[in-house]
């Protein structure tokens, strides 16, 4: 029987008004992508990042849906990863939580949603986490640093260098490669636009 899990990096925060989204690409790259080898019998995944006020702070989820063996399997692995490892080292990794979600397909969707959108999203948000997976291997400006060095400031570099070049796509092309090409696929029908921070123009996608 098939559940899911999730894997929670909790990450320190030293200055709240500076999170570092560094650390969410390094876990994503490394972490998350050693686990989905071609092996690995994972039918849905996805990842969450966040970073807010109280307890929760910074965090980095990946969520996936397979069987009780494999999340095991899956939970040695993370906890076992030199990329966990280094973050503990240089004490940025504050915990590292690991759950079980529920069985039901839509189990780690927003409960307010109707039924019949929370048995949908999950191939949506699988489909853009792997996106988002692809893009930081084709922006990658040189190999990824062996997992072996020392210093946490070449992680660093590496990782803000390559964070920055994505923002820049999701920046440029984000309305266009995105907010367009799904209000296509709905048919052009005007939304109601929800968002927590309005910033620019609102204009039609």
């Not at 050693?34 to 994972?42: A, E, K, M, S």
């Not at 966040?50 to 999340?71: L, N, P, W």
């Not at 939970?75 to 240089?90: E, R, T, W």
């Not at 984000?174 to 090409?181: D, V």
């Amino acid at each position: 029987m098939s559940n899911w899990y999730s894997h929670k990096f909790r990450i320190e925060r030293p200055d709240p008004a500076n999170t570092l989204w560094w650390i969410d690409i390094f876990l994503f790259d490394t972490v998350v992508r050693d686990c989905l080898t071609p092996t690995t019998d994972i039918i849905m995944w996805r990842i969450h990042r966040r970073s807010a006020g109280g307890e929760s702070g910074h965090q980095f989820s990946f969520y996936y849906y397979a069987t009780h063996e494999m999340f095991e399997s899956v939970k040695s692995s993370i906890i076992d990863h030199q990329a966990v490892k280094i973050l503990n080292s240089a004490n940025l990794l504050r915990d590292l939580l690991h759950n079980e979600e529920g069985s039901e397909i839509e189990a780690t969707c927003d409960p307010s949603w109707p039924l019949s959108l929370r048995k949908s999203w999950p191939y949506y948000i699988m489909g853009v986490s792997k996106m988002a997976l692809e893009l930081i291997e084709n922006l990658r400006p040189s190999p990824r640093p062996a997992l072996d060095v020392n210093s946490i400031h070449e992680y660093e570099r590496y990782y803000s260098h390559l964070m920055f070049k994505q923002n820049e796509v999701w920046q440029n092309f984000g309305s266009h490669a995105f907010f367009h090409h799904i209000n296509a696929i709905f048919g052009y029908v005007p939304l109601i636009a929800r968002p927590s921070v309005l910033r620019g123009i609102l204009t039609s996608f």
